[in-house]
């Protein structure tokens, strides 16, 4: 299962993210998954859970968000999505086209909780201390 050792990069590149910003608590990390980039989205999941044990990640959440397949036309030039096992033209029908988007799984966004914040300390229910550090 590869998923571990990405989820191992993932994380090492989480906790450089979380040191750059001098916070310890990573609360949430969402990544966007395309469904030629070889990672089973549910296995990833998974392998989050055993990997997350070290470092400011040790309770963060793993939000997957799934990537449309693109591809442009060398015949016509048009842009359009694909389905993953049939990289068509949609406009013109022609099967000479280049890939786009679809095959990359992307660090998209990391949520991060400042030392010393307490969130249970706020009425409304929402926590001011959150900062969202955007990854790509």
């Given at each position: 299962?590869?998923?571990?050792?990405?989820?191992?990069?993932?994380?090492?590149?989480?906790?450089?993210?979380?040191?750059?910003?001098?916070?310890?608590?990573?609360?949430?990390?969402?990544?966007?998954?395309?469904?030629?980039?070889?990672?089973?989205?549910?296995?990833?999941?998974?392998?989050?859970?055993?990997?997350?044990?070290?470092?400011?990640?040790?309770?963060?959440?793993?939000?997957?968000?799934?990537?449309?397949?693109?591809?442009?036309?060398?015949?016509?030039?048009?842009?359009?999505?694909?389905?993953?096992?049939?990289?068509?033209?949609?406009?013109?029908?022609?099967?000479?086209?280049?890939?786009?988007?679809?095959?990359?799984?992307?660090?998209m966004r990391v949520e991060?909780?400042?030392?010393?914040?307490?969130?249970?300390?706020?009425?409304?229910?929402?926590w001011p201390c959150v900062?969202?550090?955007?990854?790509?």
């Amino acid at each position: 299962m590869h998923e571990l050792a990405v989820c191992q990069a993932l994380l090492d590149q989480v906790q450089a993210i979380s040191a750059e910003h001098g916070d310890t608590a990573v609360t949430r990390i969402t990544v966007s998954i395309g469904p030629l980039s070889g990672v089973v989205p549910e296995l990833l999941q998974r392998a989050f859970y055993l990997a997350r044990a070290r470092g400011s990640a040790a309770n963060a959440e793993l939000l997957i968000e799934g990537a449309a397949v693109r591809i442009r036309c060398r015949s016509c030039g048009a842009e359009s999505e694909a389905a993953p096992a049939r990289l068509i033209c949609a406009h013109c029908g022609d099967f000479h086209t280049d890939l786009l988007d679809g095959d990359q799984l992307v660090l998209m966004r990391v949520e991060l909780i400042q030392a010393g914040a307490n969130p249970a300390n706020d009425s409304a229910g929402e926590w001011p201390c959150v900062k969202h550090a955007d990854a790509i």
